[in-house]
C-alpha cells in the first residue's frame, strides 16, 4: 500500500509509538510502552485519556513488576477479569486466561476470600496456570499464600495488606513466581455496569485502517426481577410457558453466570453451581458445539461425581433447536439462562418443561467478541 497509506496513521518508531494521540477527539497521553502486544513481534503501548481522573486501569499501580512488564493481552485479561466481578457486592475472583475467564466465583455464606480464590482456580486449574487472578476485595495474607502455590503471572485487586504484599515478594519461599505481576487496580466501583450508564465506546480498528465505533456492552439485568420466566406464542403450535419456576438459588446462579458469560468470547456458554463456574464453553463457530464443549470439560473433571446436578446454564444468544437444552438436562443441568427471541423458543421451552428444567429470558443478548 505504501507510505502514503501508512502516513494516514500514528506509527511505531523506534523508540516506540508515540507520546500524544487523538482518536475520534479524545486526546490520549502515554503511560508506558508494553512488553508487546498479543504477540511478541507486536510492539505496543497504553494510553489514558488527557486530563482524566478516577480511573481503574490507567490509575492503576503496579506494586510489583517481575522481571518484565505488561503486555497487551495482560492488560485484556485485567480488563475483562474486571468486568466480571465488578457486578458482585460480595467477594468475588475471575481467574482469566486469553482473554476469557477459565473459572469464576463469589462468596458463598462465610467462605473467605482465599477460598473464593481457591474455586475460581480449581473451576480449572489446567487452564488457571500461567493466568491472571482478578478480585474485587482487598487480597490478604491467606489468599497470597494459597495464590503463590501455583504459577500465577499477573494479580490484581483495589487493595493488598502488607503482609500479603510481603507474601507476593517472598522469592525465596516462592521460586516458581519470580515472575508474578502485583497491581492495585482503584475505582473498580467506577466501572460501568448497566445499560444507560455512561461509558466510553469500544473502537475497533480493521485490516485497512477503518474503524467501527460501538456502544460498549454492558447489561439492563441487575437482579431476579428483571429476569422473565421463558414464554412464547407461535402462529402455528401455539403459547408455551416453562412450567418448572426457579428456585432462589438456582437464580442467583443464573445471574451469576449471566454476568460471567458477558465477558466469555462467543459462542459463550457459562456452567455454575452455588456461586462457582463449573465449566466455560468459548470461541465456537454453533451454540450446540459451545454447550457440548462446556459440558465435557465439566464431566471430564467431575467424572463420577454427582456436581453437575441441579446445576445452571446461561447462553450468550437463544437457542435455535432444542438440541441444546437436550445437551443440557442429560448432563443434569436444571435451570437455563438465555436471551430469548428465536423463532423456535416454542421449541426450547417445549423440551424444558418435557425435561422438568426451569428457564427464564433476560431479553438481550451479550455477544462478546473481543
Not at 140 to 146: N, S, Y
Not at 172 to 178: F, S
Not at 188 to 215: R, S
Not at 241 to 249: L, M
Request: proline residues 4%.
Amino acid at each position: 500500500m505504501g507510505a502514503d497509506y501508512r502516513a494516514k496513521y500514528f506509527s511505531r518508531t523506534e523508540s516506540g509509538f508515540p507520546e500524544e494521540v487523538e482518536i475520534l477527539g479524545t486526546t490520549y497521553i502515554k503511560v508506558e510502552d508494553l512488553r508487546y502486544g498479543t504477540n511478541p513481534h507486536q510492539g505496543a503501548s497504553f494510553y489514558r485519556p488527557k486530563g482524566s481522573s478516577g480511573l481503574t486501569f490507567g490509575d492503576m499501580e503496579q506494586l510489583k513488576s517481575g522481571k518484565s512488564g505488561l503486555s497487551e493481552t495482560n492488560y485484556g485479561d485485567l480488563n475483562h477479569g474486571s468486568n466480571i466481578v465488578k457486578y458482585f457486592d460480595r467477594p468475588a475472583c475471575a481467574v482469566m486466561k486469553h482473554l476469557n475467564p477459565s473459572g469464576a466465583a463469589v462468596q458463598v455464606g462465610n467462605q473467605d476470600t482465599r477460598t473464593v480464590y481457591m474455586r475460581a482456580r480449581d473451576a480449572d486449574a489446567v487452564a488457571a496456570f500461567g493466568g491472571t487472578a482478578v478480585f474485587n476485595t482487598k487480597v490478604d495474607a491467606d489468599t497470597a499464600k494459597e495464590i503463590m502455590t501455583s504459577v500465577v503471572e499477573v494479580v490484581a485487586a483495589p487493595e493488598f495488606d502488607n503482609e500479603a504484599l510481603s507474601i507476593l515478594s517472598d522469592y525465596e519461599t516462592y521460586k516458581m513466581n519470580k515472575e508474578i505481576r502485583v497491581i492495585k487496580l482503584p475505582n473498580m466501583a467506577n466501572l460501568p455496569k448497566w445499560v444507560g450508564d455512561e461509558a466510553a465506546p469500544t473502537i475497533k480498528t480493521l485490516a485497512d485502517g477503518t474503524l467501527v465505533v460501538a456502544e460498549a456492552l454492558l447489561t439492563k439485568v441487575k437482579g431476579a426481577g428483571d429476569l422473565t420466566i421463558a414464554s412464547t406464542e407461535h402462529a402455528k403450535h401455539g403459547k408455551f410457558v416453562i412450567e418448572t419456576q426457579p428456585t432462589p438459588q438456582q437464580l442467583d446462579d443464573l445471574l451469576f453466570s449471566w454476568y460471567v458469560n458477558l465477558n466469555v468470547r462467543s459462542n459463550g456458554i457459562v456452567i455454575a453451581k452455588n456461586g462457582v463456574t463449573l465449566a466455560v464453553g468459548t470461541g465456537q463457530q454453533d451454540r450446540v458445539t459451545a454447550v457440548q464443549q462446556a459440558i465435557r470439560k465439566a464431566g471430564e473433571r467431575f467424572k463420577g461425581d454427582e456436581t453437575l446436578q441441579g446445576a445452571v446454564m446461561s447462553s450468550d444468544a437463544f437457542f435455535p433447536f432444542r438440541d441444546s437444552v437436550d445437551a443440557a438436562a442429560e448432563a443434569g443441568i436444571k435451570a437455563i439462562v438465555q436471551p430469548g427471541g428465536s423463532v423456535r423458543d416454542w421449541e426450547s421451552i417445549k423440551a424444558c418443561n418435557e425435561l422438568g428444567i426451569s428457564m427464564v429470558f433476560t431479553g438481550e443478548r451479550c455477544f462478546s467478541h473481543h
